[in-house]
């Protein structure tokens, strides 16, 4: 019961932390000189508060750690951590802008593509609004394996033990009919 409980826990959560969403695609003739290069994005959610974007088009490749504050199933990377904000100007910021709801209550409405804001659940991540990445989702593969795998074991588990409880149920009967027949043969013979 306790591993359906984490299991069913782990897939409902809004953040798959330490397994990368990627996305990958093949550039086509709209990018330019960079058409048939393949771009991969990876983004990695660390903790609670940074989050890395990666980014490799062709042979090139970087990578940059993110502020971030999530709320429900929607995330957003707030600035970049070296070079920017402390933690405690972050967390300070942050407060600032629950105190007014009104603006807080805007930032998650965004469509303008001005912030970098996405919807976020354990296997998916999209960009929300307008944004230099276009319409792109990133997948969480390390989510839908444990998901699949976990799900089989789970399904296997369930069976075992509903077979379990069916042999001892029937024995447990076998067991009351054969006391049956023996205090009846008990009962002749007296």
């Known amino acids: 019961m306790a591993g359906l409980g984490l299991y ?3 897939l409902a959560r809004p953040i798959s932390y330490g397994m990368d969403y990627t996305y990958s695609e093949v550039l086509g003739s709209d990018s330019g000189e960079d058409e048939g290069k393949t771009q991969v994005i990876t983004i990695n959610f660390k903790s609670g508060k940074q989050v890395t974007m990666f980014n490799k ?17 929607k995330v957003w990377l707030v600035a970049p951590v070296e070079g920017s904000i402390t933690e405690k100007e972050f967390d300070q910021s942050i407060e ?13 409405s965004d469509t303008s593509g001005d912030i970098m804001l996405f919807s976020i659940n354990a296997f998916n991540l999209s960009f929300l609004g307008l944004n230099e990445y276009g319409d792109v989702d990133l997948t969480c593969t390390g989510s839908i394996i444990f998901a699949a795998v976990w799900g089989v074991v789970e399904v296997a588990l369930i069976a075992i033990a509903a077979l379990s409880l069916t042999f001892y149920l029937k024995n447990k009967k076998e067991q009351k009919v054969g006391s049956e027949i023996s205090e009846t043969e008990v009962k002749e013979e007296n």
């Open 8 to 10: 069913i826990g782990l």
């Open 57 to 73: 088009l062709g042979e090139e490749s970087g990578s940059m750690d993110f502020w971030y504050v999530q709320n429900g199933n």
């Open 96 to 108: 600032a802008l629950k105190a007014n709801k009104e603006e807080w209550d805007a930032i998650w």
